[in-house]
């Protein structure tokens, strides 16, 4: 999230779309409520089901699962071609102004630089004009044709209401009033949230989607305002605290980078990041990269961390492929991996097509879980009947199945998805025989060693750099852990004039105290001042509102820097002014900058001096043009999802997401639409949480069986009855069900042709106390997101028919 | 007496303690005192508190679990009650359905309660000890890592990778272990590593 849970409070209007937050996030759904009571915000939901948030909501649009990049590329033409933009925003801070040099062009639905032949793009084209002086030449009167501001104006021309409807499916009235209600709040005095989750990124076009949303919300002026932002609501209680960690294939913590093959030294990975500013006197943090890096490292190897090994640099191992979790099953099938730990985790049930995933994990040698109950992945080998047909005598994996503390039998820290980190306190000891995640890996860990120390083998150094010093190495204490999260100075650091500004050995108070000449450590510097000199910051308790703007800026520790609103620079003019009195937030006093927040910005820097808002970027203002950062080009496109039921109504010849990986041998998995005519989609019921309250007595006796969501035209087209047996089958596979026929789906017609819809909830499998049924994603397509690689669950192609149910 | 900020600025840095002594530092006289003790006196006298959040959604509401001494295993702490965290900004006190549930996930029938392991091509699980299972995962993993680590690609470079073990790591798990195994799988030289931020 840019901005918090508590601040939807402050929105005028909320648009929910690709998510549902009513049944999915309940609490904090709770906040719009409290926006549409106290200050009269109007709700719109976009679904393709006429979700719970749809039903509390001013008003509701439907929308044919896949196509949201055509309904918000509508929203974009419809502010730009009727001017209902906040123009001094967009002028001062996007890069509307900025030249697109030449050689950059979009033909066909494909932009310049594409090869066929590996389903990429040579980005170089997607880029600024560089003037002499080394900056990006702008045109502040927006005009020049090659500005982003024409290009956009030319780019987004195509997604007319109409069009919208023929591809989308939502009346173009319903469009209309969406699309109206969010040009009303391009004025600086109103302010809309976008609220979304998995219904935005769960397409092999998901990352598109969401930058087509954050186009909007900047062209409004609606990033770094109360009441704004774009929100990503997220999955699991922790998923933003362990991506910040970084435990995904590319990453490091605090969002650097892994190095790879190509970056031999520590030098040659730091000097593809120097982050040079675009334009005259920005800020561009990312030059501080190095000092980050450099503390990771010190954090990472302790005092075997020097400057004449390059800090450890090369005990990390290098990349040669990104091992996202598609390639990590992919790899898995082609029998390459031996061996997988999953730590509270599914992923027979969480990765898309469960057939190969059966087949990658019966090629293991070994698979360790470790979770506080059982999970279906862990019994991959049992032979469940329908629902999980193998045979044990042939799978040679040998499996441990591990008893883990529950959340409530461990401390530590969390980070919820408005980024605060805070603390958890254990309530009882781990129950049964179960050990906290951080004893296990602790154990594992120092036997590995040990059992190096004693007979040797390959790769001893890098094994035992790693700095392993707890008080005590087999039971690490979570608030040392936090403490090395964040760092300390190792020597007396000085200023300028040779004072002492922080002594050795004490906590850093904030990440601008890092240095780069490995004088200080800190693994992540995102969470630099959680736990600084003055102790642990994410069990602070007082939840006062000083500002009376819902801002509880004693609770916890949002990152970075304790601050709950992302780029909150923007809530002021050019000139440090608010935009308006109901929007008042962060502005300059005359002196410095102050307000409801901690300043995203430096803190004394005045506004004369013309440095942006958006000081991450080299730019120091926000992208609506990509420029190379996205895998597809630089502006959205409307592509089709892989299984779709049309061609792509405006660029019929592309079929899908055109720099989408798909492996060798999955082509051939995706159905067509003449023997599978129908979409269906995935979705979350408000009872169970992912694969895992399946396992829980409480949750199953409320919600006990999985069933398939249809509508009353499909129903009486094919012949199913309410509460009838149903078979599902895409071209990987079946799941039966109970038909739930309901009034919340109606087909749509789609380029002319009726196009019907199904819902299915993804919560059940063969363990559990739930009834039995087969994983969800025995249907869905092993592609992903061409950035993300996150799969395409959202919108896929079946067909249904009725069966007589089992005998009772 | 304005209640809610003297509970506020006492629990101010203080997640966890006796619920009995809750009530003295509300600052209640003696007779609002006994008042007070006379309406909910078992779960406040006799149980622990610890402030905790709903291990499910990404809104992670606070919440107060109290544990009380177990009746069938003297000595322990058993957790017999959870509710929202009246003083957490983000919810105030509410879960959902999910979260209101979750003290019978913490006492699932489905809970894994011992080691389990399953030889190759074996039709069950058999109850191991810990030391068995962690050896032989130990073992497993040093003879793997010994025939496949790579310290060198055919250009020469230093690459110090292991490409044949993944690792998923848990999104609900906390932000220390996310570190712990960070630690533990680079040290080891994984590039497959994974968790639930993408699906
Ligand atoms: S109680 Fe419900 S809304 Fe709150 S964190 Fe748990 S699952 Fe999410």
Redesign the interface.
């Given at each position: 999230m840019t901005n918090s849970?508590?601040d939807i409070k402050n929105a005028d209007v909320v648009w929910i779309m690709g998510g549902n937050a009513a049944e999915?996030?309940?609490?904090?759904f709770?906040w719009v409520t409290e926006a549409k009571a106290e200050r009269g915000a109007k709700l719109m939901v976009v679904d393709p089901r006429f979700t719970r948030s749809a039903a509390v909501a001013d008003h509701y649009s439907p929308i044919r699962p896949g196509t949201d990049i055509a309904f918000l590329s509508g929203v974009v033409n419809y502010l730009l071609s009727n001017d209902k933009i906040h123009k001094e925003y967009v002028r001062n801070y996007t890069n509307a102004a900025y030249i697109v040099k030449e050689g950059y062009a979009f033909n066909e639905g494909l932009f310049s630089g594409y090869n066929e032949a590996n389903r990429s793009y040579d980005r170089s084209s997607w880029e600024y004009e560089i003037g002499p002086d080394g900056f990006a030449v702008r045109d502040l009167t927006l005009e020049n044709p090659r500005s982003v501001y024409q290009l956009m104006k030319q780019h987004f021309s195509v997604y007319t209401p109409e069009t919208v409807e023929r591809i989308t499916g939502s009346p173009k009235d319903k469009f209309l009033k969406v699309a109206d209600w969010v040009a009303s709040t391009a004025t600086g005095d109103r302010a809309m949230t976008i609220m979304y989750a998995l219904g935005w990124?769960?397409h092999s076009h998901g990352a598109q989607n969401i930058r087509t949303a954050a186009m909007i919300q900047l062209l409004c002026g609606n990033i770094g305002v109360p009441g704004g932002g774009i929100n990503a609501?997220?999955?699991?209680?922790?998923?933003?605290?362990?991506?910040?960690?970084?435990?995904?294939?590319a990453s490091l913590?605090g969002y650097l980078a892994?190095p790879t093959?190509s970056e031999?030294t520590l030098e040659s990975h730091l000097g593809k990041r120097t982050f040079k500013p675009l334009q005259a006197n920005q800020t561009s943090y990312w030059q501080n990269y190095r000092k980050f890096y450099v503390s990771f490292l010190k954090g990472?190897y302790g005092e075997k961390a020097t400057k004449e090994n390059e800090f450890g640099y090369?005990?990390?191992?290098?990349?040669?492929v990104a091992?996202?979790?598609l390639r990590?099953f992919e790899?898995?099938y082609q029998g390459?991996?031996?061996?997988?730990?999953?730590?509270?985790?599914n992923?027979l049930m969480?990765?898309a097509h469960t057939k190969k995933s059966i087949a990658g994990l019966s090629k293991l040698?070994?698979l360790?879980s470790i979770?506080?109950?059982?999970t279906d992945t862990?019994r991959f080998?049992?032979?469940h009947g329908e629902y999980n047909d193998v045979d044990?005598?042939?799978?040679?994996?040998?499996?441990?199945?591990?008893?883990?503390a529950?959340?409530?039998?461990?401390?530590?820290?969390?980070?919820?998805?408005?980024r605060c980190?805070?603390?958890?306190?254990?309530?009882?000891?781990p129950?049964?025989?179960?050990?906290?995640?951080?004893d296990f890996?602790?154990?594992?860990?120092l036997?590995?060693r040990k059992?190096?120390e004693k007979?040797g083998?390959?790769?001893i150094e890098?094994?035992m750099?790693?700095d392993?010093s707890y008080k005590d190495p087999l039971h690490?204490h979570?608030e040392e852990?936090?403490k090395?999260?964040n760092g300390k100075a190792l020597v007396d650091l000085k200023d300028g004039e040779g004072k002492v500004t922080r002594a050795a050995g004490q906590q850093l108070a904030s990440f601008a105290e890092m240095r780069d000449d490995g004088s200080t450590d800190g693994?992540?510097w995102i969470?630099t001042g959680v736990f600084g000199p003055n102790g642990n910051l994410a069990?602070?308790?007082?939840?006062?509102?000083p500002s009376g703007m819902?801002v509880?800026g004693?609770?916890g520790f949002a990152w970075p820097a304790n601050r709950r609103i992302l780029y909150n620079r923007a809530s002021a003019d050019p000139d440090g002014k608010p935009w308006s009195e109901a929007k008042k937030y962060v502005f300059w006093d005359g002196a410095k900058w102050t307000g409801a927040d901690i300043p995203d910005y430096v803190p004394t820097l005045p506004p004369s001096r013309g440095a942006g808002p958006f000081i991450m970027n080299p730019e120091g203002v926000s992208r609506l043009f990509a420029r190379g950062m996205m895998a597809e080009g630089p502006f959205p496109v409307h592509y089709e999802p892989f299984e779709a039921p049309v061609a792509n109504p405006l660029f019929p010849k592309i079929k899908g997401n055109p720099v989408a990986r798909v492996f060798k041998g999955d082509m051939e998995v995706f159905g067509t639409a003449k023997e599978f005519p129908i979409v269906a989609t995935t979705y979350r019921l408000?009872?169970?949480?992912h694969y895992?309250?399946k396992?829980?007595?409480?949750?199953a006796v409320?919600q006990p069986e999985f069933f398939v969501e249809i509508s009353e035209e499909l129903a009486r087209e094919k012949g199913i009855t309410r509460g009838g047996w149903v078979r599902v089958w895409s071209n990987r596979g079946a799941v039966k069900g109970k038909a739930v026929v309901t009034k919340r789906l109606k087909p749509l017609k789609i380029d002319g042709k009726t196009v019907h819809t199904v819902g299915m909830p993804l919560n059940y499998g063969f363990?559990?106390?739930a009834k039995k049924a087969s994983p969800i994603n025995t249907l869905t397509p092993p592609v992903?997101d061409a950035n993300?690689?996150?799969?395409e669950?959202k919108a896929f192609l079946v067909d249904i028919e009725p069966i007589s149910g089992p005998v009772a | 007496m304005n209640m809610e900020l003297s509970r506020?600025?006492f629990?101010?840095?203080?997640?966890?303690g006796l619920a009995g002594t809750t009530i003295a530092a509300l600052g209640f006289g003696d007779v609002e005192s006994a008042h007070a003790v006379s309406i909910r006196p078992f779960k406040l006298a006799q149980t622990?508190e610890?402030?905790?959040?709903?291990?499910?959604?990404?809104?992670?509401?606070?919440m107060v679990?109290?544990?009380a001494q177990s009746k069938s295993a003297p000595g322990?702490?058993?957790?017999v009650h959870?509710e929202?965290d009246a003083?957490?900004?983000?919810?105030?006190g509410?879960?959902?359905?999910?979260?209101s549930?979750?003290l019978?996930?913490?006492?699932?029938?489905?809970?894994?309660?011992?080691?389990?392991?399953?030889?190759?091509?074996?039709?069950k699980?058999e109850r191991v000890s810990?030391d068995f299972?962690?050896?032989?995962?130990?073992?497993?993993?040093?003879d793997?890592?010994?025939q496949?680590?790579i310290?060198k690609?055919n250009?020469g470079?230093?690459?110090?990778?292991?490409?044949?073990?993944?690792?998923?790591?848990?999104?609900?798990?906390?932000?220390?272990?996310?570190?712990?195994?960070?630690?533990?799988?680079?040290?080891?030289?994984?590039?497959?590593?994974?968790?639930?931020?993408?699906?």
């Amino acid at each position: 999230m840019t901005n918090s849970w508590t601040d939807i409070k402050n929105a005028d209007v909320v648009w929910i779309m690709g998510g549902n937050a009513a049944e999915a996030h309940p609490c904090g759904f709770k906040w719009v409520t409290e926006a549409k009571a106290e200050r009269g915000a109007k709700l719109m939901v976009v679904d393709p089901r006429f979700t719970r948030s749809a039903a509390v909501a001013d008003h509701y649009s439907p929308i044919r699962p896949g196509t949201d990049i055509a309904f918000l590329s509508g929203v974009v033409n419809y502010l730009l071609s009727n001017d209902k933009i906040h123009k001094e925003y967009v002028r001062n801070y996007t890069n509307a102004a900025y030249i697109v040099k030449e050689g950059y062009a979009f033909n066909e639905g494909l932009f310049s630089g594409y090869n066929e032949a590996n389903r990429s793009y040579d980005r170089s084209s997607w880029e600024y004009e560089i003037g002499p002086d080394g900056f990006a030449v702008r045109d502040l009167t927006l005009e020049n044709p090659r500005s982003v501001y024409q290009l956009m104006k030319q780019h987004f021309s195509v997604y007319t209401p109409e069009t919208v409807e023929r591809i989308t499916g939502s009346p173009k009235d319903k469009f209309l009033k969406v699309a109206d209600w969010v040009a009303s709040t391009a004025t600086g005095d109103r302010a809309m949230t976008i609220m979304y989750a998995l219904g935005w990124t769960q397409h092999s076009h998901g990352a598109q989607n969401i930058r087509t949303a954050a186009m909007i919300q900047l062209l409004c002026g609606n990033i770094g305002v109360p009441g704004g932002g774009i929100n990503a609501l997220r999955g699991h209680s922790n998923v933003q605290g362990i991506t910040d960690i970084g435990t995904l294939t590319a990453s490091l913590p605090g969002y650097l980078a892994m190095p790879t093959d190509s970056e031999p030294t520590l030098e040659s990975h730091l000097g593809k990041r120097t982050f040079k500013p675009l334009q005259a006197n920005q800020t561009s943090y990312w030059q501080n990269y190095r000092k980050f890096y450099v503390s990771f490292l010190k954090g990472m190897y302790g005092e075997k961390a020097t400057k004449e090994n390059e800090f450890g640099y090369n005990w990390l191992p290098k990349l040669d492929v990104a091992y996202d979790c598609l390639r990590m099953f992919e790899t898995m099938y082609q029998g390459k991996t031996n061996g997988l730990i999953c730590q509270g985790f599914n992923p027979l049930m969480s990765i898309a097509h469960t057939k190969k995933s059966i087949a990658g994990l019966s090629k293991l040698k070994f698979l360790v879980s470790i979770d506080p109950i059982e999970t279906d992945t862990a019994r991959f080998w049992e032979n469940h009947g329908e629902y999980n047909d193998v045979d044990p005598a042939k799978i040679q994996t040998e499996v441990f199945m591990l008893p883990c503390a529950s959340f409530a039998e461990e401390e530590g820290s969390l980070t919820n998805s408005s980024r605060c980190v805070s603390w958890k306190w254990a309530a009882a000891e781990p129950y049964h025989e179960s050990w906290r995640d951080a004893d296990f890996l602790a154990d594992l860990f120092l036997r590995i060693r040990k059992l190096y120390e004693k007979d040797g083998g390959k790769g001893i150094e890098p094994l035992m750099a790693v700095d392993w010093s707890y008080k005590d190495p087999l039971h690490p204490h979570a608030e040392e852990v936090l403490k090395e999260l964040n760092g300390k100075a190792l020597v007396d650091l000085k200023d300028g004039e040779g004072k002492v500004t922080r002594a050795a050995g004490q906590q850093l108070a904030s990440f601008a105290e890092m240095r780069d000449d490995g004088s200080t450590d800190g693994v992540q510097w995102i969470y630099t001042g959680v736990f600084g000199p003055n102790g642990n910051l994410a069990q602070r308790r007082d939840n006062s509102d000083p500002s009376g703007m819902n801002v509880y800026g004693s609770w916890g520790f949002a990152w970075p820097a304790n601050r709950r609103i992302l780029y909150n620079r923007a809530s002021a003019d050019p000139d440090g002014k608010p935009w308006s009195e109901a929007k008042k937030y962060v502005f300059w006093d005359g002196a410095k900058w102050t307000g409801a927040d901690i300043p995203d910005y430096v803190p004394t820097l005045p506004p004369s001096r013309g440095a942006g808002p958006f000081i991450m970027n080299p730019e120091g203002v926000s992208r609506l043009f990509a420029r190379g950062m996205m895998a597809e080009g630089p502006f959205p496109v409307h592509y089709e999802p892989f299984e779709a039921p049309v061609a792509n109504p405006l660029f019929p010849k592309i079929k899908g997401n055109p720099v989408a990986r798909v492996f060798k041998g999955d082509m051939e998995v995706f159905g067509t639409a003449k023997e599978f005519p129908i979409v269906a989609t995935t979705y979350r019921l408000v009872e169970h949480f992912h694969y895992w309250t399946k396992g829980v007595h409480a949750n199953a006796v409320i919600q006990p069986e999985f069933f398939v969501e249809i509508s009353e035209e499909l129903a009486r087209e094919k012949g199913i009855t309410r509460g009838g047996w149903v078979r599902v089958w895409s071209n990987r596979g079946a799941v039966k069900g109970k038909a739930v026929v309901t009034k919340r789906l109606k087909p749509l017609k789609i380029d002319g042709k009726t196009v019907h819809t199904v819902g299915m909830p993804l919560n059940y499998g063969f363990i559990g106390e739930a009834k039995k049924a087969s994983p969800i994603n025995t249907l869905t397509p092993p592609v992903g997101d061409a950035n993300s690689q996150t799969p395409e669950f959202k919108a896929f192609l079946v067909d249904i028919e009725p069966i007589s149910g089992p005998v009772a | 007496m304005n209640m809610e900020l003297s509970r506020r600025q006492f629990l101010a840095g203080s997640g966890a303690g006796l619920a009995g002594t809750t009530i003295a530092a509300l600052g209640f006289g003696d007779v609002e005192s006994a008042h007070a003790v006379s309406i909910r006196p078992f779960k406040l006298a006799q149980t622990k508190e610890a402030r905790s959040t709903c291990p499910y959604c990404a809104v992670s509401c606070g919440m107060v679990i109290f544990s009380a001494q177990s009746k069938s295993a003297p000595g322990k702490m058993e957790i017999v009650h959870i509710e929202g965290d009246a003083d957490h900004p983000v919810n105030r006190g509410t879960l959902c359905p999910k979260g209101s549930a979750a003290l019978d996930y913490i006492r699932s029938e489905t809970r894994v309660k011992y080691p389990m392991y399953r030889k190759p091509g074996a039709n069950k699980f058999e109850r191991v000890s810990w030391d068995f299972a962690m050896e032989r995962i130990a073992k497993l993993m040093k003879d793997d890592r010994d025939q496949n680590f790579i310290e060198k690609n055919n250009d020469g470079t230093t690459v110090n990778r292991w490409t044949t073990m993944a690792f998923l790591s848990g999104s609900s798990c906390t932000n220390e272990t996310g570190w712990l195994t960070w630690k533990v799988a680079r040290g080891l030289g994984l590039l497959q590593l994974e968790n639930q931020a993408r699906i």
